[in-house]
Nanobody, 121 residues
Framework: QLQLVESGGGLVQTGGSLRLSCAAS????????LAWFRRAPGKEREFVAA????????RYADSVKGRFIISRDNAKNTVSLQMNSLKPEDTAVYYC??????????????WGQGTQVTVSS
């Protein structure tokens, strides 16, 4: 069973950058679409970005398009989220997710525990 562990969260000022990473183990993540979701305080979990198995197709939420970049390294079984021009509304717990097959906006089978990102104003 695929296990996902996120890292790289923290506190950053408005306009700053952070890079999140997610390491997969217990399987070959090359066969999975990978994604990032987030849950802000008092809100539902929402889709942030996704990437297909070979990295040639990506999707982004409108709220992060042009600021966030998702990438993957299948040799290292990792997926990353480069977050630039951060805003206070980006504050949330960020989750890594995986699913076999094509990328999707919501239906993922495996989830990490999450990493906190806090953007101060």
């Amino acid at each position: 069973q695929l296990q996902l562990v996120e890292s790289g969260g923290g506190l950053v000022q408005t306009g700053g950058s952070l890079r999140l990473s997610c390491a997969a183990s217990g399987g070959n993540s090359s066969f999975y679409a990978l994604a990032w979701f987030r849950r802000a305080p008092g809100k539902e979990r929402e889709f942030v970005a996704a990437i297909n198995w070979n990295g040639d197709s990506t999707r982004y939420a409108d709220s992060v398009k042009g600021r966030f970049i998702i990438s993957r390294d299948n040799a290292k079984n990792t997926v990353s989220l480069q977050m630039n021009s951060l805003k206070p509304e980006d504050t949330a717990v960020y989750y890594c997710a995986a699913r076999p097959g094509n990328l999707h906006y919501s239906a993922y089978d495996y989830w990490g525990q999450g990493t906190q990102v806090t953007v101060s104003s």
